[in-house]
């Protein structure tokens, strides 16, 4: 069974900063994609940024483009988003999400039919 969980969540004022962690189990992620994506109170789900499944190619909204990095450490099983400058826009529950989709060595999901796992998300609160 893939289980996903999220970590690294919390209260933060705006221009800080916040990491949030992915753990993945039931499946090694060596050769999926992976992403983030979040969803804030009356929203939909919207993507936020991801990786290919060797890491060399990465994906980022617009809204968090310069400020978010995605990584991965496929020896440990883990993706992480490093989150800069954080603003009150970026309220929301974050949730790591991996896919099944193979489309060649530089995909990576940015839309949420095309996950096929998600974990159970954290919540991220910035203050102004």
């Known amino acids: 069974q893939v289980r996903l969980v999220e970590s690294g969540g919390g209260l933060v004022q705006a221009g800080g900063s916040l990491s949030v962690s992915c753990e993945v189990s039931?499946?090694?992620?060596?050769?999926?994609?992976m992403g983030w994506f979040r969803q804030a109170p009356g929203k939909e789900r919207e993507f936020v940024a991801s990786?290919?499944?060797?890491?060399?190619?990465?994906y980022y909204a617009d809204s968090v483009k310069g400020r978010f990095t995605v990584s991965r450490d496929n020896a440990k099983n883990m993706v992480y988003l490093q989150m800069n400058s954080l603003k009150p826009d970026d309220t929301a529950v974050y949730y790591c999400?991996?896919?099944?989709?193979?489309?060649?060595?530089?995909?990576?999901?940015?839309?949420?039919?095309?996950?096929?796992?998600w974990g159970q998300g954290t919540q991220v609160t910035v203050s102004s």
């Open positions: 990786i290919s499944w060797s890491g060399r190619s990465t």
């Open positions: 039931g499946r090694t992620i060596s050769s999926f994609a």
């Open positions: 999400a991996l896919s099944q989709k193979y489309d060649g060595a530089t995909y990576a999901p940015t839309v949420v039919n095309e996950i096929h796992y």
